[in-house]
């Protein structure tokens, strides 16, 4: 299904991660291999520019970094990156040039694309943030169904077999997510497209498209 692919969805080539996800055509596929990659990625990071800080962790050395921040390994912080004060990065994560990850923000096996920001009370799981993508405040990605269930897709009439037990949310390039939003397991949202806030998002969501509430999503009327 092509608009569920990596190369529908991010446009731009912007993250250290870019040769991950090129291995793969779907995004869910990329999930498992985040921690693997990480660690073999970051052997190889020129150390005049990242810095290893305990186990498996890599930051660069322009990179600000709050004290009270929390950062477990694998990791990769990424060039001019902003880690605010008392975000909590749980391991599997790579965060972007230029990202901000936000106050008592949680992220856990994620990539963020380069210029993502997810600055105020979001938790970002088992998801893929595409290019300049933005979770407004208060909005998460939920990761795993309430009966357990492994995830599936909804695309139209189409159901697509992820084989993961914990997914949270694919956004292409330039997402707006308004505040207070739930992207529900599954969910993937094309490039340019902006949610409305308090929105309860699932399954796919095209391109350039404005998402008001669930079964009421209109084109954008100047499209990128």
């Known amino acids: 299904m092509k608009v569920l692919t990596n190369q529908q969805l991010f446009e731009d080539k912007n993250t250290i991660a870019w040769e991950l996800i090129t291995r793969y055509e ?16 970051g052997e190889s990071l020129p150390e005049e520019r990242y810095e290893k800080r305990g186990e498996n962790v890599w ?17 990769i912080i990424d060039e001019e990156a902003e880690i605010r004060h008392c975000a909590f990065i749980r391991g599997n994560a790579i965060v972007g040039k230029g990202a901000v990850v936000g106050n008592s923000t949680e992220l856990k096996n994620v990539i963020l694309f380069d210029g993502v920001q997810v600055p105020h ?3 970002v799981g088992d998801s ?18 309430s009966d357990k269930s492994l995830v599936e897709i909804r ?6 077999k992820t084989g993961l037990k914990k997914m949270g949310a694919v956004l ?4 707006e997510v308004g505040c207070g939003s739930i992207l529900n397991p599954g969910t993937v949202i094309g490039s340019h497209t902006n949610v409305y806030p308090l929105s309860s998002v699932r399954g796919y969501v095209p391109g350039a498209s ?6 009421e999503v209109v084109e954008k009327n100047h499209k990128p």
């Open 128 to 145: 893929i943030l595409g290019y300049r993508s933005h979770m407004g405040a208060g909005s998460i990605t939920s990761n795993v169904k």
């Open 26 to 41: 779907y995004p869910y596929e990329v999930l498992p291999a985040i921690s693997d990659y990480i660690v073999t990625r």
């Open 210 to 215: 404005i998402y008001k509430k669930q079964g």
């Open 172 to 175: 292409g390039s330039f997402v």
């Open 59 to 75: 930051i660069a050395r322009s990179a600000s970094v709050a004290e009270s921040a929390s950062i477990t390994g694998p990791a």
């Open 121 to 123: 009370y979001n938790y």
């Open 155 to 160: 695309c139209g009439e189409d159901k697509v």
